[in-house]
């Protein structure tokens, strides 16, 4: 019996991106990993979702992927704004506390999680290229992809969960190579994610 997987696709129609690569790589996580044996739901935060159901799949899910646009440096508004609600209103069932105590007030913060066990993975898409993330000098100074989402796997420690490798599509802009994306994707998720 294969994981439960919940693909949360992040994009949002803005400027000149119209949220269609992250569509089509949302499509290949589900097309490989239901082929792969795992059971797999969906939620796409620009078409609206339930904030307790969206615990609920946080709860009942082994592993949570993420796909979205880096934008700015970061996630994606409405995305940004999905995991504040989901995981502020999932206090009791996705985290316990901050992990301190009142004996202890400076210690153990961040370690009140309550998802043991769980993973997650981020999928992004870049209009940098790849170089500009890994070359020393370069704009993020060979920091790589995960350094500057930082926060967004700080968010997910916070819950307890564990990070698979992440897997980027760079210089989609400029550059696109879509059936490379593709291609790379599946082998990354059979790697990651494989069959049971």
Do not use: C
Not at 76 to 87: A, Q, R, T
Not at 153 to 167: N, Q, R
């Amino acid at each position: 019996m294969g994981l439960k997987i919940l693909l949360v696709n992040g994009s949002h129609p803005f400027g000149h991106s119209q949220g269609k690569l992250s569509e089509t790589l949302q499509g290949v996580a589900n097309e490989t990993l239901t082929g792969l044996g795992h059971t797999v739901h969906e939620t796409i935060v620009t078409k609206g979702y339930v904030i307790e159901e969206e615990i609920e799949k946080f709860a009942s899910s082994d592993v949570v992927l993420y796909q979205f646009p880096g934008w700015w440096m970061g996630l994606p508004w409405p995305l940004k704004k999905y995991i504040d609600e989901v995981f502020t209103v999932g206090f009791g069932k996705l985290f316990a506390s901050d992990g301190r105590s009142r004996t202890s007030p400076t210690k153990n913060y961040g370690k009140g999680g309550l998802l043991h066990g769980k993973s997650y993975m981020l999928s992004t898409t870049w209009n940098a290229p790849f170089e500009a993330f890994h070359e020393f000098g370069n704009f993020f100074d060979g920091r790589g992809v995960d350094n500057v989402l930082y926060p967004v796997h700080k968010a997910h420690e916070f819950l307890a969960m564990t990070s698979l490798p992440s897997f980027t599509a760079n210089d989609v802009i400029k550059n696109p190579q879509v059936e490379s994306y593709i291609s790379a994707y599946k082998l990354h998720l059979q790697k990651v994610l494989p069959a049971y």
